[in-house]
């Protein structure tokens, strides 16, 4: 009786178990259009995430300025540094806000936030508004202000554009 299984045999070319060139080029071809794929709802998600610190950035300016308002009476003014209605500011100078009654930072924000980058959407830039920025305008008696910014793509009930916050809320 013969106790040699197949298994025992030498093998030879043929009974080679492995891949195929073209069985590894479908492999990596796949993984390649997975990754792809990957990277951009990945790229998204960071535009989005962006869109969604400038919101709650916003948000932050606005509640200090509230805070400021209900402490002084009014919000803070036309000085050297933040211009009156028309002119604005840019609040990601480092002057913004500084000769306020009481200073703003860090009694009512620690710091101003600056815009996340790269611009996302039309908020290209950084100078003007409309662009990658927060722009501060007050009324020279201190009645209101506005806090104009862009998002690049719609969060929440928000659409893509330039948006403003003002005491009746972010718009």
Request: aromatic share 6%; charged share 15%; net charge negative.
């Amino acid at each position: 009786m013969n106790t040699k299984s197949k298994f025992d045999q030498p093998l030879s070319k043929k009974n080679c178990a492995g891949f195929t060139l073209i069985e590894l080029l479908v492999v990596i071809a796949i993984i390649g259009i997975l990754a792809g794929i990957i990277m951009v709802s990945l790229n998204n998600a960071r535009a989005k995430a962006r869109d969604a610190k400038r919101v709650g950035d916003v948000r932050q300016m606005a509640t200090a300025m509230e805070q400021y308002h209900i402490h002084n009476g009014f919000y803070p003014t036309g000085t050297a540094s933040v211009a009156s209605v028309g002119t604005g500011v840019l609040l990601s100078d480092p002057a913004a806000m500084d000769q306020a009654v009481e200073p703003v930072v860090p009694n009512y924000i620690p710091t101003i936030p600056e815009a996340p980058s790269p611009a996302d959407g039309d908020c290209l830039g950084d100078a003007g508004r409309g662009n990658n920025n927060y722009w501060y305008d007050s009324a020279d008696d201190g009645s209101t202000y506005t806090i104009t910014y862009c998002i690049g793509k719609e969060v929440g009930e928000l659409p893509a554009g330039v948006h403003s916050a003002t005491p009746n809320g972010i718009q």
